[in-house]
């Protein structure tokens, strides 16, 4: 289990007991009307054909819908050689959907040759007429350095995520151009990424795995460095250090010529847990804005924020249990938050995939907003898989919640 786009690296179950401390629940927002009211949530496509899957990457490029990598949860190793947080099979594939998001095409496999390496907490954005992917991380398992295989050792296996800060580019999902096997900017997973004017920005991130994972260094390191690139070859540092906290798991929105920077996480979990809400907003990538230091949705990693109908619309995400004897509990929000400027924020009616309770909320997911299918009308967010475990690395079905399906946030067309 992991925070969308901060990197797979987790907190092993003493640390998450120690870190959970005597945090308690803030007041609920009531809902209130908007003009997202009429519309709907509903499921698009069930048990697609790429499976489970969260720290996925997908784009919309001219019609079609592009889904690009990710992680697909294992069945853990038994004790005493494990349990391995985070064990997982990472994505090398591309996937196509030309009817938004109910059928899909495999378009390159994982062992395709002459393409970039699987990853999961990449970024791909929309550029033109190509997609360009930037960055992430994998996860090899390797020998704990601590066990020696002649005597008990537990856990035997340990991650060791190699990051990258490799770009490339394609028109089609299947062939794919090498802009660069080392951008400037260090490799790095979690990161953000948008594109501006034309520009491509990106912005934060983090490499290294915990040490609560790891057993010892390096110790995981946060960025706010902002770099930009016109073509994805020659990249610019727009800024050595944002005047925003060093983060992971941030959101970005382009909308009115700005570009947004929403949220995020500094760790995994804690007390109070270090997550943010506040928002930053930039033309250039060099000067920044704070719109808001505190939006009106709580702190959370993990959730997304799309421009959809010109307004900010936020949702999803993962919150740690308010319980501090709770120590593999997860709280996650179960809100959906709208915004026309990204300072005044309304939490809208409903929840995000008619989640029922807080369990039903996913993170680690992606969108794209792209027109709406049948029985809708105007344009949707689309949503694809998603995380659903908590910190339980001893059940052993955990590892199964994580989804596989698309859903669609619409407006109903008129009967």
Request: charged share 20%.
């Amino acid at each position: 289990m992991h925070i969308r786009r901060r990197g797979i690296a987790l907190i092993t179950v003493v640390a998450a007991a120690v870190l959970a401390g005597a945090c308690t629940a803030a007041p609920e927002t009531p809902e209130s009307s908007t003009k997202f009211d009429p519309y709907r949530w509903s499921k698009v496509a069930d048990d697609a054909p790429w499976g489970r899957r969260a720290g996925v990457e997908t784009v919309r490029l001219g019609s079609s819908i592009y889904l690009v990598g990710g992680r697909t949860p294992k069945a853990p190793i038994a004790f005493p050689d494990g349990p391995v947080p985070g064990n997982s099979t990472i994505w090398g594939d591309v996937w196509r959907s030309d009817d938004g998001g109910k059928g899909w095409t495999e378009v390159l496999t994982t062992d395709d040759a002459a393409h970039w390496k699987a990853r999961a907490y990449h970024e791909v954005v929309t550029q033109g007429s190509r997609m360009v992917l930037l960055g992430g991380q994998n996860f090899p398992l390797v020998t704990n350095p601590a066990c020696d295989q002649s005597v008990f050792c537990t856990p035997r296996f340990t991650p060791k995520s190699e990051f990258f800060n490799d770009v490339w580019a394609s028109t089609d999902g299947t062939n794919w151009d090498q802009l660069t096997p080392n951008a400037p900017w260090s490799g790095r997973a979690g990161h953000s990424a948008a594109v501006l004017d034309g520009t491509i920005y990106v912005l934060g991130g983090s490499v290294n795995d915990d040490v609560s994972v790891v057993g010892g260094p390096p110790s995981r390191q946060l960025f706010n460095d902002v770099w930009k690139s016109t073509d994805g070859i020659t990249w610019t540092q727009a800024t050595a250090a944002a005047p925003w906290r060093t983060r992971a798991g941030a959101s970005t929105v382009v909308k009115d010529g700005w570009l947004y920077l929403l949220g995020g996480e500094y760790g995994f979990t804690g007390s109070p847990p270090p997550y943010l809400n506040d928002v930053w907003r930039t033309r250039d990538g060099a000067d920044w804005e704070l719109v808001t230091p505190a939006a009106g949705w709580s702190p959370r990693p993990g959730n997304t924020c799309d421009a959809l109908d010109s307004t900010i619309v936020c949702f999803g995400g993962y919150g740690q249990s308010p319980n501090p004897l709770d120590f593999f509990g997860r709280m996650s929000p179960n809100d959906i938050w709208i915004s026309d400027d990204g300072a005044t924020w309304t939490r809208a009616k409903g929840t995000p995939w008619n989640a029922a309770t807080p369990d039903d909320v996913r993170y680690d997911y992606d969108t794209v907003v792209a027109p709406a299918g049948p029985g809708s009308t105007g344009d949707a967010i689309l949503t694809f898989g998603g995380d659903q475990e908590n910190f339980n690395f001893f059940d052993p079905t955990q590892y199964l919640n994580v989804a596989d399906d698309v859903w669609q946030f619409a407006l109903p067309a008129a009967p």
